[in-house]
């Protein structure tokens, strides 16, 4: 169950958690038609807090809805506001940030017409997606045998709530069939990403990631792209198969939720020593640096605040 907080932000509103509510005819209940973000706040090691490159968060989210057309209400500077307030009204020195752009109800029937465009932000307190477990052991994950979409299909680059029907059945799956989470290939058979992370695979120090083409462009992937490229590795952008993954010296998902979370096994093959590897290892230690807010090089990417 999720954690309750204070208060929910809606439709420009603070809201007390129980009274955000919408109607059964609500548009996005039947045909999937709304935008999300998911956004991590963390407890910085000066005592405030920070949002994780909130402002891009909420950039992409206007996106998405640019994508599948859907006309949001507020700017981006006034969604950056919006978290600030919910987060410091719950109370929240850290936690999860979902903001929601979803057509209301009114006229049903497929075309969204006139419907309102609601938003919200919801805030809770969110420890690691996959256990804290997994972040150092790692965890096991299947290919599964559900296709990601094609990007003439759904559109890829938009984080709209239908496209996720495709990840709730790879990850109900996989976590049926006794794995932690799913590996998605896209319509070629090349790997795309996971249910809801980017992925990376290390050979010979070099560090492996999918390219953007049919894959959501993660921020914890530029994130880790940007700190392993400073740190001097070598990191490109490379069409992989399956078997790379099998072969490779480490595998990782990167993602808000999944922060960097290290994979020991695949398809019953054990990846590298089955543990977390170096380089996962490294940059674990650098990224949770980096938003605590203990490395100013890249104190770009945080937007403090005080509770
Ligand atoms: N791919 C997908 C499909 C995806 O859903 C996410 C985030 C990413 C990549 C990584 O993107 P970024 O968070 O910007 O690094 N998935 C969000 C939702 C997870 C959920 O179960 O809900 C998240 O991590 O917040």
């Not at 599948?68 to 919910?86: C, H, N, S, W, Y």
């Not at 990840?167 to 996989?174: F, G, I």
């Not at 993954?245 to 290290?262: H, K, N, Q």
Request: proline share 4%; net charge negative.
């Amino acid at each position: 169950m999720v954690q309750k907080s204070d208060k929910i932000w809606f439709d420009g509103k603070l809201v007390p958690w129980d009274e955000a509510n919408v109607h059964v005819l609500t548009h996005a209940l039947h045909y999937g038609t709304g935008v999300f973000e998911g956004i991590r706040a963390y407890e910085c090691s000066n005592g405030k807090s920070a949002v994780f490159r909130l402002e891009e968060h909420m950039e992409r989210l206007l996106d998405s809805a640019k994508i599948i057309g859907l006309k949001v209400p507020f700017d981006r500077d006034q969604l950056v506001e919006a978290t600030v307030a919910t987060l410091k009204a719950n109370g929240l020195k850290a936690g999860y940030v979902r903001p929601l752009v979803f057509v209301g109800a009114g006229a049903m029937g497929v075309h969204p017409g006139q419907n309102p465009i609601q938003v919200c932000i919801a805030t809770w307190p969110w420890g690691a997606y996959l256990g804290e477990e997994a972040l150092e052991k790692g965890i096991r994950v299947k290919c599964s045998s559900f296709t990601r979409h094609h990007v003439n299909v759904m559109m890829t680059k938009a984080k709209s709530c239908g496209n996720y029907v495709n990840s709730v059945l790879a990850k109900t799956e996989a976590v049926a069939d006794g794995y932690d989470e799913a590996i998605m290939l896209d319509p070629q058979g090349y790997v795309a990403e996971g249910s809801g992370e980017n992925i990376f695979m290390v050979k010979d120090d070099v560090l492996y990631t999918p390219p953007l083409h049919n894959v959501l462009g993660g921020f914890t992937r530029d994130s880790v792209m940007t700190l392993a490229a400073d740190l001097g590795y070598e990191v490109r952008e490379a069409t992989l198969g399956r078997d790379m993954l099998y072969i490779a010296d480490e595998v990782f998902f990167t993602g808000t939720a999944a922060e960097i979370t290290p994979i020991r096994e695949i398809d019953r093959r054990t990846i590298g020593e089955g543990k977390a590897g170096p380089l996962a290892k490294l940059l674990q230690a650098e990224f949770f640096g980096v938003v605590k807010g203990e490395n100013p090089d890249y104190a770009f990417w945080l937007h403090e605040y005080e509770v």
